[in-house]
Nanobody, 123 residues
Framework: QVPLVESGGGLVQAGGSLRLSCAASGRTFSRYAMGWFRQAPGKERQFVAAISWTGARTSYADSVKGRFTISRDNAKNTVYLQMDSLKREDTAVYYC????????????????WGQGTQVTVSS
């Protein structure tokens, strides 16, 4: 497992952009697939995006496809989520997660989770 710390959340107007970061400690970060999930108040946690350990493979939820981009920098032990054209319905706590294999949307594929960062989109 690799401890994960998210940052970059905040308040933004609809149509704006934010970039979330997830920093991992440990020398094995580059061997982990990474994912972003989110949970809005009163709703279940949902998949947002995932990336393989090389970065060659990515996956997105339909609701964010074309607006969000996941990327990683293994030299910096960091994974990013660039969020553009934000909508009110993107408001949620965003969590990054790490797993030994590329699990895509399957939350059970991830064995380490961060504490989350709040993203609030106002109209």
């Amino acid at each position: 497992q690799v401890p994960l710390v998210e940052s970059g959340g905040g308040l933004v107007q609809a149509g704006g952009s934010l970039r979330l970061s997830c920093a991992a400690s440990g020398r094995t970060f580059s061997r982990y697939a990474m994912g972003w999930f989110r949970q809005a108040p009163g709703k279940e946690r949902q998949f947002v995006a995932a990336i393989s350990w090389t970065g060659a493979r990515t996956s997105y939820a339909d609701s964010v496809k074309g607006r969000f981009t996941i990327s990683r920098d293994n030299a910096k032990n960091t994974v990013y989520l660039q969020m553009d054209s934000l909508k009110r319905e993107d408001t949620a706590v965003y969590y990054c997660a790490a797993g030994p294999t590329f699990g895509g949307a399957a939350s059970k594929a991830y064995d380490t989770w961060g504490q989350g960062t709040q993203v609030t989109v106002s109209s």
